[in-house]
């Protein structure tokens, strides 16, 4: 079975600044994908950000942008330029191996954002 | 186009009633999951549909808990005689496919109160 690890219930960062959050999982399995959820107050997930297991580079959205090291089977989430909108739940997630077609969730990091 | 919604967006029960939750999925979208987010157990899986077929259900906590889907699209999730433990907000997802590598939209959720 899959695992996936937050280690870090609360985070806070000031608008503008730079903040990583940490995410680390344990697969015996090649190929599967990860991913960034954040879900604000309305309780809403949204994706943040996804990256295949069989792709090198890391994956970028605008602010949001990962490091991920396959090896260390780590997965954490960099957020530049944090804005008071980024304030939210972030989990990440592991889909694959043999838990192919259903998310596998870490026990989230609760971000604020103050200005 | 349309997210994915969910109804109610909240419910009270007593503890012994039964209660039904609605998930309406993002029209074309063959997989369809329900998922539970409790304080203490974190994100759960309960349960993936790939069409009307349920092929895991591997996530639903006791035969008091069960699920169908019709026509491919809404799904109902049916909790028998309701217990204060089952206390949790209920978050159904969709996706195009039902692969690792399908992003999965989440709706906001139905949170279930059991006094």
Redesign the interface.
Known sequence: AQTVTQSQPEMSVQEAETVTLSCTYDTSES???L?W?KQPP??????VI?Q?AYKQQNATENRFSVNFQKAAKSFSLKISDSQLGDTAMY?CAF???T??????????TILTVHP | GAGVSQSPSNKVTEKGKDVELRCDPISGHTALYWYRQSLGQGLEFLIYFQGNSAPDKSGLPSDRFSAERTGGSVSTLTIQRTQQEDSAVYLCASSLGGGAQETQYFGPGTRLLVL
Not at chain 1, 42 to 47: D, E, F, N, Y
């Open positions: 190929n599967y994908y991913f959820y309305s309780r809403q997930m949204i994706l996804r295949e989990f889909n694959g191996g838990s192919y077609g259903k998310l596998t969730f870490g026990q989230g």
